[in-house]
């Protein structure tokens, strides 16, 4: 993927959906930093190339902020990405995500447990994959449900072929 990512040549259009698909990839290869960066980039410019685009960046930018941790970047973030939920599927369950994650930050864990519990809906509509990865964030604060959140997750991963994810729930048993 990173020999990929590295081929593919400058992109001479305004900056958009090439830029926040680099967001994602930088994501998946474990640069949440660069992540951010690129997703940055591509919010401050406030507009789209084309109606039809997705706003990828939205996701992009979530997935970075959890992957770093940073939780006040995440509720600084959270009126955006919800205000433009409508532009990207995967925004309105992922600030869900997103949220829930700070909750637990924060030791909320109830109120944690609703927003990733509402993450789950809104991604088995939409994403297996999305859904089994907040299945495995809801699974470190519910003890009760861990078992039962982990295979669930470990089954979508086996069934999507996500080999890293289905090792690494495996792994931790």
């Not at 980039?41 to 930018?61: C, D, I």
């Not at 979530?62 to 939920?85: N, V």
Request: charged share 30%.
């Amino acid at each position: 993927a990173r020999e990929v990512a590295g081929q593919r040549p400058k992109s001479e259009a305004p900056v958009g959906i090439v830029e926040a698909l680099q967001a994602s990839v930088a994501n998946a290869l474990g640069d949440p930093a660069a992540a951010r960066s690129i997703a940055e980039r591509v919010l401050a410019t406030g507009t789209r190339n084309f109606v039809e685009e997705p706003a990828v960046e939205l996701a992009a930018m979530l997935d970075a902020l959890i992957a770093l941790e940073d939780w006040e970047g995440i509720r600084a973030f959270l009126p955006e990405a919800r205000r433009r939920a409508g532009e990207l599927t995967l925004a309105g369950p992922g600030a869900d995500r997103a949220e829930g994650l700070v909750a637990a930050a924060a030791g909320e864990t109830e109120q944690a447990r609703q927003l990733l519990r509402a993450a789950i809906e809104g991604f088995d509509r939409v994403s297996p994959f999305e859904a089994a990865r907040s299945r495995e964030k809801l699974a470190v604060i519910d003890p009760e449900g861990r078992e039962e959140l982990l295979a669930a997750a470990l089954a979508t991963y086996d069934r999507l072929g996500a080999k890293p994810h289905s090792e690494r729930i495996r792994s931790t048993g």
